[in-house]
């Protein structure tokens, strides 16, 4: 934890392609990548790198078809790469047998999903308890465990409440509970607000902000809100198209996009800030304030 | 017209066939046979050991538990009751004993089948179309063959009834677990679950609505299958039924066929109980 600039995360040159010459398809050949795309291959992750230090909330955010949520599950191989290698904590998850990715899974990485994916047959604890279940543990231990991050995200008392009696933010709670119980150095998020009403997004989001001030895990975090990247991430990746358009601090890349895809996110923020007539200079300055307070608040922690 | 002179027929072949197997396989046949045929027995003797009331009573209480309505709580328990009063109560047992040992041998069978199904595409595209054909074939075609493997009797009953009830608990349970939420299997792989987790954790219980109502399926048809099976000598409900169509005995009949009913009702109000009252908890 001490060194700063430890990457848990290394991705190099990461692919994935959806076509049936997804195995054969030589990717260093640009001209045989384009051969298959006129021939119906779909790449969903195009030559994608990247590395994440320890502690990190790194965003990835881009619009629905862009990539994202295919990038990643394949940090995981939930869904299976084409190419590229991914190193966790320096181990390579792309090389690893069947075996070696379910300990991987158990141990070092959980995901909260967009659709939460909770067993609607288990209750709230027995949800939680579930990643724990599949390693092994005995029943008593679990469920201590399980209870005491029900409490961390506020769900202490519904135990016994099955998922389909709870509200969507309630649901998503057991949902980052489940994760956190797992105690893994990298939390993957999968748009964990979008399907949660604007009140319910902002609060589920100074959540996660209060509990990562205690947790200071490695968060992934992938959304297609800029206000919620600029809320919460450390670093973010705007993807289109299957690449990383721009990637830097948030106030970068709304202060300064490359390209005009980046300029189409950006320029809503910036329709707002005309809105609410504070002008260009105070809404940069709000939003380095708020970046300010964040990284100070990080370094604090540390 | 079919020119006639291309006609060729397989049916002299598959007469030789079954003939042959009969000859070849009796040890195997005869070892299935008794198998059966004791377990039935043993099956028969514990619902003819059970006095009538008792059976009353019990169905009475389960139909309570599981819809707390009064009339609907009495209804299968008096229905049970007009057999007794018609006289076809060991008669009955008889039949419910065929049923229970058909539908036990449909679920070993047909529940893997299903999972097996359920897990690999190449299974399903070759046991599809075989099911297809367990449910158009006329029950009659195959009860010849099953009368020359296994004699007269219950135990040819038990296997054409199988033959009958199996496809609707195989279809219902691949089904029920192909149809399963990805997003819940998905979140299940991402936190480390085998497939065989995967299988026992999410799939099987999520898939659980469906398969009991294959079970429920697959005894219906059990029960109107042994009716028909007491034409190569099962005997129970369907041999009276025999007999009276034989005497043109309407009111018989009736009795006989309203017994038959009743266990049907019966059979369905408490096996689709058991899928509610597995439905609840989850939603």
Known sequence: MGRQDFNLVEVERLWKVYHKTEKTLNLSDPEAVEKAEAAGAVIAVRDVSFQIKRGEVFVIMGLSGSGKSTLIRCLTRLIEPSAGVIRVAGKEVTSMDAEELTAFRRGEAAMVFQHYGLLPHRNVLENVAFGLKLRGLA????EARAQEALRQVGLAGWEKKYPHQLSGGMQQRVGIARALVQDTDLLLMDEPFSGLDPLIRREMQDELIRLQKEWQKTIVFVTHDLGEALRLGDRMAVMGAGVFVQVGRPQDIVMHPTDEYVQRFVQDEQRIAQLLDKGRVSWVRSIE????ARTGKVAAGR | MFPSDIEFHVAPYISDFVKWITVAWEPFFTAFSNMVLGMLLQIEHLLVAIPWWLWIIAVTVIAWRQTHEVVKAIMPGLLLFTVGIFGFWGIAMETLGIVIVSVIISLLLGIPLGIAMAVSDRCNTMVTPILDAMQTMPSFVYLIPALMLFGLGKVPGVVATVIYALPPVVRLTNLGIRQVSSSVQEAALAFGATSWQLMKEVRIPLAMPSILAGINQTTMMALAMVVI?????????????????????????????????????????????????WDTPGG
């Open chain 2, 229 to 277: 099976a007491s034409m190569i000598g099962a005997g129970g409900m369907g041999e009276v039924v025999l007999i009276c169509t034989n005497r043109i005995d309407v009111g018989g009949g009736f009795e006989a066929g309203w017994a038959i009913v009743v266990l049907a009702i019966v059979i369905d109000r408490l096996t689709q109980g058991l899928v509610r009252r």
């Open chain 1, 139 to 142: 029943h008593e231990l679990r």
């Open chain 1, 289 to 292: 304030a708020h970046a300010s």
